[in-house]
């Protein structure tokens, strides 16, 4: 377990050192959310209504940016081939990275959200609300993710090809966001959309590294 | 004694025997299509709400269980690529893919052709609908995973990978859609306590649906055919290309 989190350690020094990474995905957020009432209209009810929507939508294609790189680097310098070598089976290597990936880049998205929920007029009572879906939903999309990142490794144009793959993968984990989020506005029951936004994200972290180091392995031999 | 798959395996074998069965498969195909397009317009009575365009049904119902089942036979064949290695697994997975997608996209065609009359929309966020949308994305992804990656071997297993995923992910869309509700009728054909619709529409209906399944049987076995010729077409180029680099090597030798 400790060489687990060596790794995820690891990764998380190497994006704080590498940088840009973050600061990217969390600049496309900002401008996407920005760009939305230039293009619709300031109509601040309009804005307030659709606010949750918009930030789980820019949220997905912010962290997709950054998916690309979870395996890449390693992958083409032969990090990855020492990693599979070592104590570590494969899909605990897909894990970590994908944990890391969590840590680096979904969880800052989902902390800028509220701010950026300002901007767009969001009710107050929903912030809590919307800060936990993210929390909760965003594993599914780190681990989700990393299928794609493994798939498209060594694909031409791998950047556009894993979002065909994995945004429609993400459509329950965007459905019950939403819903625990309109929920919490009007008069249904937030319990439920949350325990099965949690069941999403638990079933991710199983699927996605067995997925991902299935498709690691094929490439690597 | 062999089993039928083992002996299929073999790709000689299967164009011998998929080019006896072809001609009469494709004209089974035709044959059944042509009688329940008969009974479609002939024989079955105009709805008594949608009127003469309910008929679109005996095309759009049929395709969106090709556009199922055809999903279902890619994720079979992946699971035989990934765990049989069987080699004729690929083909028919690669094969199967834009002919899903086809059938996925007459079922969304016709449905929208259908829904102006019927809701007075071509197009509604309803949760069939979306679950096939998505349906239809998860064909497009796998056809574009496979193009995109050169290395053929490579390509396959991946895409087999992103298959089997997907039909772990098809369920949980499906039911993730259905969460809100639904303007698109219920099952009405395939569900406990029998069908209920009419027999004199369902009877149509079914001989549409088992055409539509011979007609897809023949085209999956025609793309088959041509990606097994196709392989082979590129094992002989390539064959050809290390020939001649090998006779200018001599020649330069000399």
Redesign the interface.
Same mark, same amino acid.
């Given at each position: 377990m400790s060489a687990f989190f060596t790794l995820v350690a690891r990764d998380l020094k190497l994006a704080v050192r590498q940088g840009g990474a973050l600061g990217t995905a969390l600049g496309f957020y900002l401008i996407v959310v920005a760009m939305l009432p230039l293009g619709l209209g300031a109509d601040l009810n309009l804005l307030s209504r659709i606010a949750p929507g918009v930030l789980w939508i820019a949220l997905l294609l912010s962290a997709l940016l950054s998916l690309g790189r979870v395996f890449e680097s390693d992958f083409e310098d032969g990090s990855l081939d020492v990693l599979a070598t070592g104590p570590l089976p494969l899909e605990l290597i897909a894990a970590a990275k994908a944990l890391a990936h969590w840590i680096s880049t979904s969880v800052p998205l989902a902390l800028l959200a509220p701010v950026l929920g300002i901007l767009l007029n969001l009710k107050l009572v929903a912030y809590p609300m919307l800060v936990a879906t993210m929390l909760i939903g965003t594993p599914a999309v780190s681990f989700i993710g990393a $299928?794609g990142a493994a =798939?498209?490794l060594? @694909?031409?144009? !791998?950047g556009l090809?894993i979002a =065909?793959?994995v945004?429609?993968?993400y459509? #329950?984990t965007l459905?019950?966001g939403i819903?625990a989020i309109s929920a919490m506005l009007g008069p249904d029951d937030v319990a439920a #959309?949350l325990l $099965?936004l949690t069941a $999403?994200s638990l !079933?991710a972290t199983v699927?996605g590294p067995v @997925?991902a180091a @299935? @498709?690691l392995r094929?490439?690597m031999q | 004694m062999q089993s039928i798959t083992q002996r299929l395996a073999n790709p000689t074998q299967f164009m011998r025997l998929s080019a006896r069965l072809l001609p009469w498969v494709a004209a089974l195909a035709a044959a059944i299509i042509a009688y329940g397009l008969y009974l479609a317009f002939f024989v079955a009575p105009p709805d008594y709400l949608h009127g003469e365009i309910a008929r679109i049904m005996f095309i759009h119902v049929p395709s969106a269980w090709m556009a199922m089942a055809c999903y279902a036979l890619i994720a079979v064949s992946a699971f035989g690529l *990934?765990v049989f290695r069987h080699p004729l697994a690929d083909v028919s997975a690669k094969a199967a893919a834009p002919i899903g997608a086809a059938f996925t996209f007459l079922a969304l065609f016709t449905g929208s052709l259908w829904g102006k009359p019927a809701w007075g929309t071509y197009w509604v966020w309803d949760a069939r609908l979306?679950s096939v949308l998505?349906l239809f994305? /998860?064909y /497009?992804?796998l056809i574009? *995973?496979r193009s995109?990656?050169?290395?053929e071997t *490579?390509a396959s297993? /991946?895409t087999a +990978? *992103?298959a /089997?995923?997907?039909i772990?992910?098809l369920p949980? +869309?499906k039911?993730?859609?259905d969460?809100g509700n639904t303007l698109h009728q219920p099952s009405s054909v395939l569900k406990l306590g029998g069908p209920t619709i009419h027999s004199s529409i369902l009877t149509p209906l079914l001989v549409m649906g088992a055409g539509f399944l011979v007609l897809f049987i023949a085209m999956h076995l025609k793309a088959m055919r041509n990606e097994i010729l196709r392989r082979r077409v590129k094992a002989l180029q390539l064959a050809e290309v290390a020939r001649v680099q090998a006779g200018q090597v001599t020649a330069a030798a000399e």
């Open positions: $299928i =798939l498209t060594r @694909a031409r144009r !791998g090809l =065909l793959l945004l429609p993968l459509v #329950p459905v019950f819903a #959309p $099965i $999403i !079933g699927l @997925a @299935a @498709a094929t490439q | *990934l979306t998505i994305f /998860l /497009l992804g574009a *995973l995109s990656i050169e290395d *490579l297993k /991946l +990978i *992103l /089997l995923v997907g772990v992910m949980i +869309i039911f993730s859609v969460w």
